[in-house]
C-alpha cells in the first residue's frame, strides 16, 4: 500500500507559477499528475519514472509544466509556469507499481494503482 500527500495547490495571477509536491509512502514504478476542471474528465498532465526519470507530458503543458522527482525524499514535483485559466483544475497526484512505461500507459488513469486526495489549483484572469 503507498500513501501519496499533495501538497502546494493555490490561487496565482495568470502568467504565474505554481510547484505542487507529493510524497509517496512507499515506492512505485512511476508516478504520475492528473487534473480534473468541474465538469470534465480527468486527464493526464506529466509522469515520471522513478528509475532514469524520463517523463511524458500531454501537449498542452509541454515547455510550461516540468515534473521531477526526489528520489531520497520518495517525492515527485509538477512545477507549473506561465498557467492560464484553462489550468485551473483539481490536481491528482498518482502512483503504480505497474512496470509497463510507455506513454499509453503512463498518462491512462486505470493503469494507477494509488491516488492522491487531490489538491486544488485556481488560475485567476
Keep these: 500500500q503507498v500513501q501519496l500527500v499533495e501538497s502546494g495547490g493555490g490561487l496565482v495571477q495568470a502568467g504565474g507559477s505554481l510547484r505542487l509536491s507529493c510524497a509517496a509512502s512507499g515506492r512505485s ?35 510550461r509544466f516540468t515534473i521531477s ?37 503512463a498518462s491512462s488513469p486505470s493503469q ?3 491516488w492522491g486526495q487531490g489538491t486544488q489549483v485556481t488560475v485567476s484572469s
Design 69 to 105: 522527482r526526489d528520489n531520497a525524499k520518495n517525492t515527485v514535483y509538477l512545477q507549473m509556469n506561465s498557467l492560464n485559466f484553462e489550468d485551473t483544475a483539481v490536481y491528482y497526484c498518482a502512483a503504480t507499481t505497474n512496470n509497463l512505461w510507455a506513454r499509453w500507459s
Design 29 to 63: 514504478s512511476y508516478m504520475g499528475w492528473f487534473r480534473q476542471a468541474p465538469g470534465k474528465e480527468r486527464e493526464f498532465v506529466a509522469a515520471i519514472r522513478w528509475t532514469g526519470g524520463s517523463t511524458y507530458y500531454t501537449d498542452s503543458v509541454k515547455g
Design 112 to 114: 494507477y494503482d494509488y
